[in-house]
Structure formats: C-alpha cells, structure tokens
T-cell receptor
Framework: KQEVTQIPAALSVPEGENLVLNCSFT??????LQWFRQDPGKGLTSLLL?????REQTSGRLNASLDKSSGRSTLYIAASQPGDSATYLC?????????FGTGTSLTVIP | ETGVTQTPRHLVMGMTNKKSLKCEQH?????MYWYKQSAKKPLELMFV???????ENNSVPSRFSPECPNSSHLFLHLHTLQPEDSALYLC??????????????FGEGSRLTVL
C-alpha cells in the first residue's frame, strides 16, 4: 500500500526566506502528484499538479519537482510571506486512489 | 471559489439526530468524493462516485449513507452518529475516476460536531 510522508510536520521561518517542503512516497508507480494548501478550518486549495511524465511545475513563487525513481517531491516557496502561513499537503495518485500525507504546517513570521 | 460548494459549513447534532451534508460542483466533472479529516491524521477516503455510480466504499459504517442523484450533486446522510465522528468532512471532484484522474478540487468542508 502507498504511504506518503511529509517531514517536517511543522516549520517556522522569517518573512522573505526561501524554503523547501518535502514529500516522500513508497510506491514509485504513480500517475500524478498534487500539492495543496489548507488554511485552518477550510478546505484544500490545489496549488500544483505534476503529471508522472513531468519533472516540475511552476506557479508564481511556487515550484514543485518530482523524482519518481527516488519517491520524492519538493515544493519550493520563494520569498516567503506571512500570507503563505498554512498547512501544505501532498497527494499521490496510485491506481485509482489518492494517498495523502499529513501535511507540513508552515508559519511565516513577519 | 473552487467550483465545489458544501453546505452547511458547520453542523452540531445529537447522537439521535438525522442530518445531511450537501455538495455541488460546477466544474463539469464526473467523479465526486467524500473525505473525512480528523486532527493529526491523513485524509480518509469514504466514498467515490464515478458517473453517478458508487465505485468505492472504504469500510465506512452504515450510519453514513451517501447519495449521488447526478454528476453535479453529492449528499452524505448522517444518522445515529457517535462523538468520534466529529470531524471536517470534505467533498471533492475530478474529471473522471480512472488511473489518471487529473486534478482534484475540494470544497470548503463541513465541520461536524456530534454531542
């Protein structure tokens, strides 16, 4: 069964810093990997979707990379802002199922 | 606005009540999902509907009863719930439910508290 791990569980950085969030998965036979953001008490907002044939996707200050062979994805956030404070979750699609990590809670300190 | 709308946003119910959660998507998708999110745990898939047909029931207790009248609407009927059922219930949709299902879109969630 696919297992998705996100480390660290929590991260606190000063405003303006560049940072990397990690996502690892045990089964490299994935179709897509998707990164989400979740604000407290809210639903998940899709940030980036990486198809299995792609190695990275970019949207504004966000860049997500995918290395299927090593079972890893990273989400790079450039020039972090207090508004980036949220929980970031990754999900992989294996077969017909989405498998979610437990997320990294990010706090950006002004 | 993600194109997936959930109502109500908050619900408090007693263990003997019957209530329903509603989800509507305006994205033209054909697959809809119910997830349960509890503190410190990964999202738990509950039910999946693909073209109105239920394709997944992840060993969910019968006190949760899903209904999908069409590809745009999904309901979760609740009865005789337990306090441990208190959680955030999330509805999601995608183009189709196949091996390469595409992007998943979520609603804002319904926060359920069972007294």
């Amino acid at each position: 069964k696919q297992e998705v791990t996100q480390i660290p569980a929590a991260l606190s950085v000063p405003e303006g810093e560049n940072l990397v969030l990690n996502c690892s998965f045990t089964d490299s036979a994935i179709y897509n990997l998707q990164w989400f953001r979740q604000d407290p008490g809210k639903g998940l907002t899709s940030l980036l979707l990486i198809q299995s044939s792609q190695r990275e996707q970019t949207s504004g200050r966000l860049n997500a990379s995918l290395d299927k062979s090593s079972g890893r994805s990273t989400l790079y956030i450039a020039a972090s802002q207090p508004g980036d404070s949220a929980t970031y979750l990754c999900a992989v699609i294996t077969g017909n199922q989405f498998y979610f990590g437990t997320g990294t809670s990010l706090t950006v300190i002004p | 606005e993600t194109g997936v709308t959930q109502t109500p946003r908050h619900l408090v119910m007693g263990m003997t009540n019957k209530k329903s959660l509603k989800c509507e998507q305006h994205l033209g998708h054909n697959a809809m999902y119910w997830y349960k999110q509890s503190a410190k745990k990964p999202l738990e898939l509950m039910f999946v509907y693909n073209f109105k047909e239920q394709t997944e029931n992840n060993s969910v207790p019968s006190r949760f009863s899903p209904e999908c009248p069409n590809s745009s609407h999904l309901f979760l009927h609740l009865h005789t719930l337990q306090p441990e059922d208190s959680a955030l219930y999330l509805c999601a949709s995608s183009q189709v439910m196949t091996a390469n299902t595409g992007e998943l879109f979520f609603g804002e969630g319904s926060r359920l508290t069972v007294l």
